[in-house]
């Protein structure tokens, strides 16, 4: 690994939204930039035409946004045409591949149009030959030849010409000296018949120019690699440090796909999950603190993480792990951080108000401080905050169940007892509410039950006394003795 000042980068193809995998090795890459003081790029790979939209990039944008995974060189730094998208650097990936075939690394293939097929990788390469055959390539026809062809304009591919001995090995920060046999390597296309460069020569272009220092990406690009290192040998600069991390699995043990449900980060935004908790959770995919502690702010993980914390073996996505760590973050987070999450939630659900940025902000804290502990997601925030804020809509199974007309007299008793309190707050109201049922000959627990069904119209509700608290002396009163009407014969 090179001694220069750390230099990384997350490189994207918008193809498609932030999806989880893609989010985590971003996140690993920012970890340690801000751990070390470097850098950290942000590099669009759209030269995929076909696939690659305005709006998929947006995407990864606004999921690097949400996560708080700010850059500091790409996409929006520098100007509109910073060289951060790949599109706008085609002509150097095709200066490079002529440099390589200038230098005997390369040649030109004159065989096939050179159509562009899958890999493994889900990058797309022209067709590649499985034997070395160099039939009809500049490696064997004439110079007089070669320049017949391009002054015709003969299509043809450059491919880069692996050493037919030896093995190309590279040491990896997460699974150690990786080798690969080159006799099991074929002679690459570095650029399409139609002008345009595969993975492998863009990527390494572009990180040569931008002189990263530590490649950080999944496993499956392991595979890459060994091309990757002769290209870099091959244009005489150092080859960075490589960490590949391990793949994310489904709880089936495949890999994480939508059939597992949401992948995109911003559906998980969508659903409810908090950024904090996001951020902690795919920290802990495949990488470890050395401690048992699961809870991380970000500025926590960036002070404790480190490539040798990463796992090789697979991380699991637990969609339970993920519910209940949110709920942890949201009863951790304070109040303006939780408020501005929540708030487009309370605004979707009709619950926002103008007076919750000023003079009721107290109110909306100390209801939200109840709301906390129930919350596993945003969406739970305005589902408990409506029946504090609304008329009461009851239940008629809870009603049925709970205010009994012997349950309607203890009521109006609590009601009264309540409206004569010295000291209205939650140990006191507990007081009053329990010894009004134990003066009545009622359960205490029965009674309490039919104390909420009055005050929320349902039977589930944040903590009783403390509920009845925050509605106040005048509210509480008229819901109790509303709930008590509901009991009486008509």
């Given at each position: 690994?090179?001694?220069?000042?750390?230099?990384?980068?997350?490189?994207?193809?918008?193809?498609?939204?932030?999806?989880?995998?893609?989010?985590?090795?971003?996140?690993?890459?920012?970890?340690?930039?801000?751990?070390?003081?470097?850098?950290?790029?942000?590099?669009?790979?759209?030269?995929?035409?076909?696939?690659?939209?305005?709006?998929?990039?947006?995407?990864?944008?606004?999921?690097?946004?949400?996560?708080?995974?700010?850059?500091?060189?790409?996409?929006?730094?520098?100007?509109?045409?910073?060289?951060?998208?790949?599109?706008?650097?085609?002509?150097?990936?095709?200066?490079?591949?002529?440099?390589?075939?200038?230098?005997?690394?390369?040649?030109?293939?004159?065989?096939?149009?050179?159509?562009?097929?899958?890999?493994?990788?889900?990058?797309?390469?022209?067709?590649?030959?499985?034997?070395?055959?160099?039939?009809?390539?500049?490696?064997?026809?004439?110079?007089?030849?070669?320049?017949?062809?391009?002054?015709?304009?003969?299509?043809?591919?450059?491919?880069?010409?692996?050493?037919?001995?030896?093995?190309?090995?590279?040491?990896?920060?997460?699974?150690?000296?990786?080798?690969?046999?080159?006799?099991?390597?074929?002679?690459?296309?570095?650029?399409?018949?139609?002008?345009?460069?595969?993975?492998?020569?863009?990527?390494?272009?572009?990180?040569?120019?931008?002189?990263?220092?530590?490649?950080?990406?999944?496993?499956?690009?392991?595979?890459?690699?060994?091309?990757?290192?002769?290209?870099?040998?091959?244009?005489?600069?150092?080859?960075?440090?490589?960490?590949?991390?391990?793949?994310?699995?489904?709880?089936?043990?495949?890999?994480?796909?939508?059939?597992?449900?949401?992948?995109?980060?911003?559906?998980?935004?969508?659903?409810?999950?908090?950024?904090?908790?996001?951020?902690?959770?795919?920290?802990?995919?495949?990488?470890?603190?050395?401690?048992?502690?699961?809870?991380?702010?970000?500025?926590?993980?960036?002070?404790?993480?480190?490539?040798?914390?990463?796992?090789?073996?697979?991380?699991?996505?637990?969609?339970?792990?993920?519910?209940?760590?949110?709920?942890?973050?949201?009863?951790?987070?304070?109040?303006?951080?939780?408020?501005?999450?929540?708030?487009?939630?309370?605004?979707?659900?009709?619950?926002?108000?103008?007076?919750?940025?000023?003079?009721?902000?107290?109110?909306?804290?100390?209801?939200?401080?109840?709301?906390?502990?129930?919350?596993?997601?945003?969406?739970?925030?305005?589902?408990?905050?409506?029946?504090?804020?609304?008329?009461?809509?009851?239940?008629?199974?809870?009603?049925?169940?709970?205010?009994?007309?012997?349950?309607?007299?203890h009521l109006e008793t609590l009601a009264e007892r309540l409206a004569v309190l010295p000291t209205f707050d939650a140990p006191?109201?507990?007081?009053?509410?329990?010894?009004?049922?134990?003066?009545?000959?009622?359960?205490?627990?029965?009674?309490?039950?039919?104390?909420?069904?009055?005050?929320?119209?349902?039977?589930?509700?944040?903590?009783?006394?403390?509920?009845?608290?925050?509605?106040?002396?005048?509210?509480?009163?008229?819901?109790?003795?509303?709930?008590?009407?509901?009991?009486?014969?008509?």
């Open positions: 690994m090179s001694t220069a000042p750390l230099r990384v980068r997350f490189a994207p193809s918008p193809t498609g939204y932030l999806h989880v995998g893609g989010a985590r090795t971003a996140l690993f890459n920012w970890l340690l930039a801000r751990r070390t003081g470097g850098t950290f790029v942000l590099r669009i790979e759209d030269t995929d035409m076909e696939r690659s939209s305005d709006a998929m990039v947006q995407g990864i944008l606004d999921g690097m946004s949400w996560l708080g995974l700010t850059w500091d060189e790409g996409p929006q730094v520098g100007g509109p045409h910073a060289p951060y998208f790949q599109s706008q650097r085609l002509d150097r990936y095709r200066a490079v591949a002529a440099q390589l075939v200038a230098s005997g690394h390369a040649y030109y293939d004159y065989r096939t149009a050179a159509p562009r097929t899958k890999t493994a990788d889900g990058e797309e390469t022209p067709d590649t030959f499985g034997t070395k055959s160099y039939e009809d390539t500049s490696l064997t026809l004439t110079a007089d030849e070669v320049a017949a062809r391009e002054a015709a304009g003969m299509p043809r591919a450059i491919r880069f010409r692996v050493p037919a001995e030896g093995r190309t090995v590279f040491p990896d920060a997460v699974h150690g000296e990786i080798g690969f046999d080159n006799a099991g390597l074929e002679d690459f296309v570095i650029l399409r018949s139609d002008g345009y460069p595969t993975y492998h020569l863009s990527v390494v272009v572009d990180d040569m120019d931008m002189q990263i220092t530590q490649v950080i990406r999944g496993d499956d690009h392991i595979s890459n690699t060994p091309k990757q290192v002769l290209l870099y040998e091959a244009l005489g600069v150092p080859v960075p440090g490589f960490a590949h991390v391990p793949l994310i699995l489904g709880p089936d043990k495949k890999r994480l796909s939508k059939r597992h449900g949401a992948t995109s980060v911003m559906e998980y935004s969508a659903q409810g999950i908090v950024p904090e908790a996001m951020v902690n959770f795919l920290a802990l995919l495949g990488w470890s603190p050395g401690t048992d502690q699961e809870l991380f702010s970000a500025a926590e993980l960036v002070e404790r993480f480190d490539l040798e914390g990463i796992s090789g073996g697979n991380a699991v996505f637990n969609p339970e792990k993920l519910e209940w760590m949110n709920n942890q973050h949201i009863m951790l987070l304070p109040d303006d951080v939780l408020i501005a999450h929540a708030r487009p939630w309370l605004v979707e659900a009709g619950l926002w108000r103008d007076a919750y940025d000023g003079e009721a902000r107290p109110w909306l804290v100390r209801a939200l401080t109840l709301l906390r502990p129930r919350a596993k997601r945003l969406g739970d925030i305005p589902e408990g905050l409506g029946p504090l804020v609304r008329p009461v809509t009851f239940d008629p199974a809870a009603v049925a169940r709970h205010l009994t007309a012997e349950m309607a007299q006191s109201i507990e007081q009053v509410v329990r010894g009004t049922a134990e003066a009545g000959g009622v359960k205490a627990g029965a009674f309490m039950q039919a104390v909420r069904v009055s005050l929320v119209g349902r039977t589930v509700s944040p903590g009783l006394f403390e509920t009845i608290e925050l509605l106040g002396l005048d509210e509480s009163l008229a819901r109790i003795r509303a709930g008590a009407r509901q009991a009486q014969p008509a």
